[in-house]
């Protein structure tokens, strides 16, 4: 069966800073793709990065990066320049030929002044 | 274009009611999934539904049932309703046509209470 895990429940950071959030998986697909998702207060989950397991070139999107190693299967999230909207519950997720997202526990990331 | 809806975003329903909820997707997509969010549990996927057939399926009981039909929208029964139940509904829909992975956009949801 296919799980991610992620062992941060809360995690804290001041605005500009930078913060990494841990997030480990386990499947049997050789073809597959982890994601980040961001559900703020409002409940709306947002996309933040996607990598494609076949690449080995580490996502990037604007203040957002990864670390993506496949053999240890973990997939972490960089925030860089931490901003008072990046407060949000954090999801990685995983996704196969199967058809389905599987998420993690959630991380909930405070951002303080 | 306009983005995933859900109707409705509140409910409360009591213990052995049935209840529908309903999803439409962003126009031009034929995937939609359905997710159940809560506190104990997290986000757990409940079934996909593509073209009007149910592609994929998780691990929830038969009370669980949905449907799409032929403009993509897609609706979520949960008969006998539980306390257990209560719990926010996500759908996503995307172009996911299963040959490749397309991003899922997520819908606001709707937040059931099963008193």
């Known amino acids: 069966a296919q799980t991610v895990t992620q062992s941060q429940p809360e995690m804290s950071v001041q605005e500009a800073e930078t913060v990494t959030l841990s997030c480990t998986y386990d499947?049997?697909?050789?073809?597959?793709?982890l994601f980040w998702y961001k559900q703020p207060p409002s409940r709306q989950m947002i996309l933040v990065i996607r990598?494609?397991?076949?690449?080995?070139q580490n996502a990037t999107e604007n203040r957002f990066s990864v670390n993506f190693q496949k053999a240890a299967k973990s997939f972490s999230l960089k925030i860089s320049d931490s901003q008072l909207g990046d407060t949000a519950m954090y999801f990685c997720a995983c996704y196969n030929q199967g058809g389905k997202l599987i998420f993690g526990q959630g991380t909930e990331l405070s951002v303080k002044p | 274009k306009a983005g995933v809806t859900q109707t409705p975003r509140y409910l409360i329903k009591t213990r052995g009611q049935q209840v529908t909820l309903s999803c439409s997707p962003i126009s031009g997509h034929r995937s939609v999934s359905w997710y159940q969010q809560t506190p104990g549990q997290g986000l757990q996927f409940l079934f996909e539904?593509?073209?009007?057939?149910?592609?994929n399926k998780g691990n929830f009981p038969g009370r669980f049932s949905g449907r799409q039909f032929s403009n993509s929208r897609s609706e979520m029964n949960v008969s006998t309703l539980e306390l257990g139940d209560s719990a926010l509904y996500l759908c996503?829909?995307?172009?996911?046509?299963?040959?490749?992975?397309?991003?899922?956009?997520f819908g606001p949801g709707t937040r059931l209470t099963v008193l």
């Open positions: 990598q494609e397991a076949y690449k080995q």
């Open positions: 539904y593509f073209s009007e057939t149910q592609r």
């Open positions: 996503a829909s995307s172009l996911n046509t299963g040959i490749s992975y397309n991003e899922q956009f």
């Open positions: 499947t049997s697909e050789n073809n597959y793709y």
